[in-house]
């Protein structure tokens, strides 16, 4: 009897702890906003939020169809000249990330287009850039003075800080896919800029082809020490990416990527750029990938053939040029109509220096 009436509270007990309760509740209320006037807070009230059993992200998974974005690209190109823009860019911003310029949190993706006549003037910075090209034959990026003329599926690389302009002296609009690291170095409260008026000596005028020469023949300069964590070579050409995933393709495919290569930097093994890996898959025709999900948010973008995306309950079909997002941890699965290549680029190098980059098969 005793032993009852102590431990279950009877209706009066349970109305005073109640009270207790509500009191404690408003006393910290009180105790919140005195502290909140002298900028603390009390983690105790957001600790779950800041650390999460696994990634919790604003970044949704998104689809861009690429007539949609190309018609729109169009009007713009009546609107504003490259020059006046600078850049003619439409951004993609991720639907769950409005307003910050990002296509996942770390990442930023836009379509760049350059008509025939124009020139995107030169400038450098510390966001690092990569150009995925979607359309258009024979436009050139230069990149610390070297032009690279730009074939459809060719990727290229800006790396941060370094000189780069853009000109189309052929007779069709180009249209690329830009990839750069904004948000994160927004982030990191890193960025900085020049324009090439303000530059007091132009950087050196070197030979179409100069990177490919030194760096990407199986050759290095003499004595050659590496001036900067990204790649010296700054195009790698669809021609010779597509033969590459072609001869692998007669192996084994790998169950959750296909044939998956990603793009590196010749003298060191490592990614392109130390923020932003980038990657080339192909898919046979019908083949369907093993669920996979990685913590890294992926930008795809369809170079060839079609595939059909599941993922977070959600299912689209993606087509040649379209782009969509894959964000961190959401497990995806892939199935391909007809030989289908698949270019992506994420933050990967990042998480991995930091320790942090997970996957599950
Ligand atoms: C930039 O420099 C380019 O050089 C494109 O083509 C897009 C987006 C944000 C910041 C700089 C380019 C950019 C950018």
Redesign the pocket.
Known sequence: MSDLNTSAAGPADSADAADAAEKRRSERQIFYKKIDQYNLTPLWEQLHNLVTKTPVSDCRHAHWEYGKMRAYLAEAGDLITAEEAI?R?LVLENPGLRGK?AVTTSL?A?L?MILPGEI?PP?R?T?A?L?LVLEGEGAYTSVEGEKTIMHRGDFVT?PSWTW?E?GNESDAPMIWL?G?D?PLVAMLDASFSEHAHEQKTPSAFKAAGDSKARFGSNLLPVDWVPPSPSSPLFCYPYKETLASLRTIAAGEADACHGYKLRYANPVTGGYPMPTMGAYIQLLTDGFATAGYRCSAGTVFAVIDGEVTVELEGASFTARPNDVFVVPSWARHWFTARGETVLFSFSDRPVQEVLGLWREQR
């Open positions: 850049r860019v310029a930023y836009g760049q995107a400038h910075h966001q850039a150009r800006t780069h853009h830009d750069l904004v």
